[in-house]
């Protein structure tokens, strides 16, 4: 019979070489670390949010290559050689990102938490291009959660950047059903 020992050794850390908002940057990752651990406990990026850590809220969306993923659910080894943009490399030095820009114009946020996944994924809708309405940004950005509820100022503010005319206010109101009494 092996020793108990035996059945504790765990992976080794292996070396990951990428490049985060733009400077590389190479690390040794154990291979159970998501790229969401890496980037608040290894590297100190907290911007980027933790909600329910495991793909369900959008709190964690980064940009890998442009594209937005939810980094609770890559592992960071994976990530070899690409380029990752979170929330503090959205900006371009002292001046704000449109979308930053916009959100502060539109008040698009309460507490915050889910908002650097907000604009990391407003970022890549618009690289992606398959959005032409607010509805389709609506749609589009379903995977990104706001518990304070802040969706139709996120969705002005992102329309507003892809110069999208802007909903009339009634388009916001509360869908009421039911019979209403006469
Ligand atoms: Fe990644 Fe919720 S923390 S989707
Ligand atoms: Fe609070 Fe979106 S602003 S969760």
Redesign the pocket.
Known sequence: MRPNHEFKRLPAARPLSLTVNGRPARLNVEPWVTLLDLLRERMGLTGTKKGCDHGQCGACTVLVDGRRINSCLALALMQEGRAITTIEGLADGERLHPLQQAFIEHDA???????PG?LCSAAGLIAEGQAHSADEVRELMSGNI???G?YPQIVRAVTQVMGLPPESERAHAPIVTGTVPG
């Open positions: 946020f309460q507490c915050g938490y889910c908002t907000q706001c518990r304070c802040a």
